[in-house]
């Protein structure tokens, strides 16, 4: 009989809300929206308040990187609980560039079973890990932005920032961060509830 390993948790303010991080010594659990229930990403019982964790730390200075448009990918050790297709699906979205849109079709067609696109989306649905493992950046294959943990609006919030970071950069580093000559980039960080929509969007190609 396996133990449960302990959890650890911090919040941590960002542009979208204060998000609640979850990890165990083994790796990321859960980034959980405001106002959501821990146990809506797999997260039972209640973890241990420890913003000191090195995972949380690593994970809320990534965060703060990726919304100031220095970062364009985690380097986060994960510890995704789920079914084999749920953590299969949950890894592709990592393969899905910053700035770029896919399909759920397309999702599913590169992990080799192209009919079950509405499985993959139930399958992102439950992605306990949001924003490190970008499911915003899958849409509907009319283009339309689908369901979202949290919420339409900070899906297209999200969506408009890597716009706006790709905007500003015109050769982004492979792999990492975006170049950032000149002390970095001018980036809007008003909440996202405050802002109006931007109307400058991304490409979003359609299954």
Request: contains cysteine; glycine residues 12%; positive net charge.
């Amino acid at each position: 009989m396996h133990n449960k390993p302990m959890l650890h948790s911090t919040t941590h303010p960002t542009p979208v809300g204060t998000l609640t991080l979850v990890a165990s010594d083994r790796g990321l659990r859960a980034v959980v929206w405001p106002k959501s229930s821990r146990k809506g990403t797999g997260v039972n019982g209640r973890p241990h308040r420890n913003p000191d964790h090195p995972i949380l730390k690593t994970t809320a200075r990534q965060l703060d990187e990726y919304f100031s448009g220095e970062r364009s990918t985690f380097d986060i050790p994960l510890d995704l609980e789920g079914t084999r297709f749920q953590v299969a699906a949950w890894r592709s979205l990592a393969q899905i560039p910053f700035g770029s849109t896919t399909t759920y079709g397309r999702q599913a067609a590169g992990l080799g079973i192209p009919t079950a696109a509405r499985a993959v989306g139930a399958a992102n649905g439950a992605n306990p890990v949001c924003i490190v493992l970008p499911c915003h950046r899958v849409i509907g294959s009319n283009g339309s932005l689908t369901g979202f943990g949290g919420g339409l609006p900070v899906k297209q919030w999200l969506l408009d920032h890597e716009a706006r970071v790709l905007a500003a950069s015109p050769s982004p580093s492979r792999g990492g961060a975006p170049s950032s000559r000149g002390g970095g980039y001018s980036i809007d960080s008003t909440p996202w509830q405050h802002r109006l929509p931007v109307q400058t969007r991304l490409s979003m190609p359609v299954a």
